[in-house]
């Protein structure tokens, strides 16, 4: 079990990136600890604390928010326009056709990157029924990200279908899906299975300043309008960053 300011101190000393995001799961998904709304005001309260001792905005507040199976999302709007960047995944429903229920995913505003699309763990369970063609024209369509998830057992999106998204104009998003500090490092073969998709850094979204990142998801949002009393935490600079990453061991 690490702390926010140990996974945000060993980033900085190990790591050259400017910046991380925690993305913690939301509450259905109760086998990884998900949270509740009032754990992740809290969280973002102390994500803002650590950052003070830090003396800079390292740390991006986030959530992978898990997708219900009619497509919506498990947190409320409310609570998503508080974050810097929301992941969506399925957890559950996996003998199933997911294809519409990702591409309603894709056409939330709030949602940036739809996360380990296909659902495979390599070894223990195939990947669930999908139309990835269809999946990343609903992402081009709709400006949504999607994940390389650079888990050993995951490697998802695949190279194959990672091209595919990249041919379509649709950004990438290498992701370490971090439960503990040494995966961190996994981020290497996230980046292995990029070049096979033949992709360059600006085909990669957390190549790139926060700023640009924050510009991506905000032009989903536009339009979007929440009435929450909660300040959201913004602010820029980034380079590269391994977005998903939890801080259970």
């Known amino acids: ?68 199976t009619d497509g919506t999302m498990d947190l409320s709007d409310e609570l998503l326009g508080q974050l810097d960047i929301v992941v969506a995944s399925i957890h559950t429903a996996f003998n199933r056709d997911n294809t519409d229920r990702l591409i309603k995913a894709c056409e939330n505003p709030y949602v940036a990157i739809i996360g380990h699309p296909t659902g495979r763990l390599i ?42 998204a990249r041919e379509q104009g649709v950004k990438l998003v290498i992701s370490t899906d971090m439960h503990q500090l040494s995966n961190f490092h996994y981020m290497k073969l996230g980046v292995l299975i990029a070049r096979r998709a033949w992709c360059t850094a600006d085909d990669i979204l957390n190549t790139g300043k926060w700023k640009e990142v924050e510009e991506f998801a905000e032009k989903k949002r536009k339009g979007a309008k929440t009435t929450s009393r909660f300040h959201r935490c913004r602010s820029p600079i980034g380079q590269v960053t391994p977005f998903q990453t939890t801080t259970d061991g």
């Open 1 to 68: 079990m690490h702390t926010i300011e140990e996974v945000a101190r060993y980033a900085k000393k190990n790591l050259p990136y400017d910046y991380i995001a925690l993305t913690e799961h939301s509450r259905s998904v109760r086998i990884a600890n998900g949270m509740d709304e009032k754990q992740f005001l809290r969280q973002l309260q102390e994500i803002r604390e650590v950052n003070e001792k830090l003396g800079e905005n390292f740390i991006k507040q986030g959530a992978e928010v898990d997708i219900h």
């Open 123 to 164: 070894g223990s369970r195939e990947a669930y029924q999908v139309d990835m063609r269809r999946v990343i024209e609903a992402a081009k369509e709709t400006g949504t990200a999607l994940e390389i998830n650079a888990q050993p057992n995951r490697m998802d999106l695949n190279d194959e279908w990672a091209a595919l």
